[in-house]
Structures are given as C-alpha cells and as structure tokens.
T-cell receptor
Framework: GDSVTQMEGPVTLSEEAFLTINCTYTATGYPSLFWYVQYPGEGLQLLLKATKADDKGSNKGFEATYRKETTSFHLEKGSVQVSDSAVYFCALFGTSYGKLTFGQGTILTVHP | GAGVSQSPRYKVAKRGQDVALRCDPISGHVSLFWYQQALGQGPEFLTYFQNEAQLDKSGLPSDRFFAERPEGSVSTLKIQRTQQEDSAVYLC??????????????FGPGTRLTVL
C-alpha cells in the first residue's frame, strides 16, 4: 500500500537558517504530493502541493519538487522565521479515492 | 461556518464508556473524512463519506468504531466500549466533491480523546 516516510525530528534552527525536511514515498501509479503544516493550537493546513513529476509547489517561501525518479518531495526554505515553528507533514493522495496518507510529522522549532 | 468545526475539543472517558464525536463540515462540502492521529504520529485515515453514503470505512480499527452522516452534513464518529489504545486526536476534514483527482481537504481542529 501507499506510505510516506519523513526525516526524524525534531529540527531546531536559528532564524534565517536554511531548512530541509526530507520526504520519500511509496505508491503505485502517479500520486499527488502535499506538505501540510500544523501551527500550535491550530488545525492542519495545506502548505503546498504538486500533482505530477517535476512540478514544484511553493507557498510562503517554502518549496518542494516532485521527484519521481527518487520518489521524493523534500521541503525547503531558504531563510526560516520564528513564526515557521510548527509540525510539518508530508502526504500523498494515491490510488485509494479520497484517502490522504501522511508521514509521521517533523517538529520544527526556530529560535530568534 | 467559516471552517470545519468539531466538538467536543477535549473528551476524557473511562475505559468501557461509549463516546460520540461531532463534525460540522464547511457548508457545501459533500465529502467528509475522519482521521485518527496518535501522539507523535501523522493522521491515519479512518473513513470517508460522500453526502450520506459511506464510501470507504477500511481504516476503522475495529467494529467498536462507527461513523454516520445521515443527512449528508454533520457527521458523528462513535466509539463503543473505549479502550486506552483509542486515546488520540480525531480529525475531521471536508472537501468539495470530485469524481477523480484531489480536492483540497480542509481540516477541523480535532477532538482530543483520552481514555483512562
């Protein structure tokens, strides 16, 4: 079945540092890929998405490129801010209609 | 409403009790999803409705779990004879209808269930 694996956390960075959170997936066919973010005390929010190979999703300075050859969708940001502190989830929408499959989440803490 | 709402936000139950968790989707969203999120884990799919029809319940962990959406709007997730392993955050999401491809799922804040 479909699965998503994220890098182990938590991740702690200083403000303005470069961020990478790794995500790899296993799925049949051509899934759509997503990053969701959960800020403290809030619900899950869609951060960005990519629906086909080589697509780049971007939002709020974050980017991720759908790499079919490496089955990866790594999240990057060039300069993080304290307000980026949250839990980040990689997810895919695959062959099971309606169902999102999530990774285990990565806690990001950014210090001033 | 402006977003997906869930109630209660927190629920403490004694082992063996029955609980009911409510989800109010975004108005006009015909698709509704339930996920279970254990501590330190990502959400895991439980079940999916399109209008009042339950199209997929493959993620329900046991026959103690039951979900309904009788009028195609509000949904209730019921857990009978709760066990400690049921302790988790239960997330509800809704989306516009779609026969293929992905429509963004909007998540509620969740109900945190603690079974003592």
């Amino acid at each position: 079945g479909d699965s998503v694996t994220q890098m182990e956390g938590p991740v702690t960075l200083s403000e303005e540092a470069f961020l990478t959170i790794n995500c790899t997936y296993t799925a049949t066919g051509y899934p759509s890929l997503f990053w969701y973010v959960q800020y403290p005390g809030e619900g899950l929010q869609l951060l960005l998405k990519a629906t086909k190979a080589d697509d780049k999703g971007s939002n709020k300075g974050f980017e991720a490129t759908y790499r079919k050859e490496t089955t990866s969708f790594h999240l990057e940001k060039g300069s993080v801010q304290v307000s980026d502190s949250a839990v980040y989830f990689c997810a895919l929408f695959g062959t099971s209609y309606g169902k999102l499959t999530f990774g285990q989440g990565t806690i990001l803490t950014v210090h001033p | 409403g402006a977003g997906v709402s869930q109630s209660p936000r927190y629920k403490v139950a004694k082992r063996g009790q029955d609980v009911a968790l409510r989800c109010d989707p975004i108005s006009g969203h015909v698709s509704l999803f339930w996920y279970q999120q254990a501590l330190g884990q990502g959400p895991e799919f439980l079940t999916y409705f399109q209008n009042e029809a339950q199209l997929d319940k493959s993620g329900l962990p046991s026959d103690r779990f039951f979900a309904e959406r009788p009028e195609g709007s509000v949904s209730t997730l019921k857990i009978q004879r709760t066990q400690q392993e049921d302790s988790a955050v239960y997330l509800c999401a809704s989306s516009l209808p779609g026969t293929s491809g992905y429509n963004e799922q909007f998540f509620g804040p969740g109900t945190r269930l603690t079974v003592l």
